[in-house]
């Protein structure tokens, strides 16, 4: 764990639906699965999409009289006064004072952020130990991170998203001696390999290199992700039709098998080995039987 206790993840990218606040909940209820105590924060104060599903799983628990894992949960407002200096010397004060609480309480925190540019996101730059990017499987979602030349496919510019990571890395690395541990995940794969796929994976291999980040294994495209919002639940959640509101599936299985692929590639300060896949399938088949 890090200087003030708590491990702080970092969910983050300026494109807007790449998977962020899915991400969130998934790695807070992955560590909450495994006895860990779990903040989480959102300043996503326009689309509070984490506070609404940690909402609907607080109720998905009530409903069902199901002692399901819930993390300590944040929102912190957007301050509307007239000045935007003193707005944003509002908005850090709260969230320097809640981030100060809640560290004492948990192992981890988890921060949601927005998809675009504010202080709050620069403000949790700030304080990240592990930063996770998700994006969409697209060439465009990876121009957020870097313009790419058409033809040679080597990243030319990095974007004002990635100078602003750089700049709190370089930051914190005069602070503290360590970097901002930062890692990309692709989001919604599609399931057949097309150009588009290797295309993507090729060149964000390349932006990682210039930019010194990781690359996780990626996420699928599944509609079972939708069902879950509603519900507040995860891949992580237990296996079964009461609690997921439908019969479990192979689908979720796999998911389940990516996130926690991604859970290790993230290297976190955690004690116990990920599960094996194999033992997922046959406890889904021993559901169904
Ligand atoms: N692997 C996936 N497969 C299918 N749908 C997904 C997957 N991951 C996320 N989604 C869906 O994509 C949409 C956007 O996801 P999410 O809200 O997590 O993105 P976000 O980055 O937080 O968006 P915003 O920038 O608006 O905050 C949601 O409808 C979610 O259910
Ligand atoms: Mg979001």
Redesign the pocket.
Known sequence: MTQAGAHIIAVG?E??????????LHLAVYLLHQGYRVGTVDV?SR?Q?LTRYVKNRRTTAQTRGRDIPLPKHLYIPTAWGDSIAENQIAEREIFSRSLAGLRKDVDFIII?T??FDCNLARATLELADTLVT?LNDSMIDLDVLARVDDQSGEPIQTSPYSRNVQKARAERLQRTGSTIDWVLVR??IAHLGSRNTSQVQQTIEKVAERLGCRVAEG?????I??S??TLGMTVFDPLEADILGSTPSMSHVN?RQEYRSLVSALRLPVRLPVPRADNEAKAVERLRA
């Open positions: 990218n494109k807007g639906g790449s998977g962020k606040s899915t991400t969130s996503d689309q999409t949601d927005p998809g998700p989001n919604r996420i699928a495209e599944r509609v992700f939708r879950l919002f998911a």
